[in-house]
T-cell receptor, first 112, second 115 residues
């Protein structure tokens, strides 16, 4: 599995954008980049994934560097509900199985 | 709404007891997983199952077994609970994937304390 580096924590004001960086310089060409988040006292939940192109969904956007050695998760307008630990997970896709290996993640604090 | 439920949010057991943790999903998913989460160690995979009666060991299967008799249900069994199995246990499910998406749906977790 590719190793990842994420900042331990980030703070944001409510309604402002949050940019969460992830360095994954050892990623292989076939690894997808997944992001999950874990709200307090809950199980993790999927946020977004991508391979090479930037991706958008209702929760967030994912910007992937051209060399794929880093990516940035963008929360466009942070709300208090977005306070969570965010995990970046490069992963080779398999139809069956595919464990998730969570690193330390980035703890996001949203201030009202 | 898709749902993964776990039988208990909190559980206290004694050393040596046999412990059953139950997980049920209502999404007809083929893959199901059991993880444990400990501070500083992240999530670690105990076992997973990709079909009924099929199971594979994860990274830390010692001291655990699993059972999948029905597609929707995946049970984790601690044959003889020990204090080092005190942890948060998370169940997850995932459909047989396509197009690189590995969205796993997690239950709320069971915080197990072994005294």
């Amino acid at each position: 599995d590719a190793k990842t580096t994420q900042p331990n924590s980030m703070e944001s004001n409510e309604e402002e954008p949050v940019h969460l960086p992830c360095n994954h310089s050892t990623i292989s060409g076939t690894d997808y980049i997944h992001w999950y988040r874990q709200l307090p006292s809950q199980g993790p939940e999927y946020v977004i994934h991508g391979l090479t192109s930037n991706v958008n969904n209702r929760m967030a956007s994912l910007a992937i560097a051209e060399d794929r050695k880093s990516s940035t998760l963008i929360l466009h307008r942070a709300t208090l509900r977005d306070a969570a630990v965010y995990y970046c997970i490069p992963m080779y896709f398999k139809a069956a199985g595919n464990k998730l290996t969570f690193g330390g993640g980035t703890r996001v604090l949203v201030k009202p | 709404d898709v749902k993964v439920t776990q039988s208990s949010r909190y559980l206290v057991k004694r050393t040596g007891e046999k412990v059953f943790l139950e997980c049920v999903q209502d999404m007809d998913h083929e893959n199901m997983f059991w993880y444990r989460q400990d501070p500083g160690l992240g999530l670690r995979l105990i076992y997973f199952s990709y079909d009924v009666k099929m199971k594979e060991k994860g990274d830390i299967p010692e001291g655990y077994s699993v059972s999948r008799e029905k597609k929707e249900r995946f049970s984790l069994i601690l044959e003889s609970a020990s204090t080092n199995q005190t942890s948060m246990y998370l169940c997850a499910s995932r459909p047989l994937g396509t197009s690189g998406r590995n969205e796993q749906f997690f239950g709320p977790g069971t915080r197990l304390t072994v005294l």
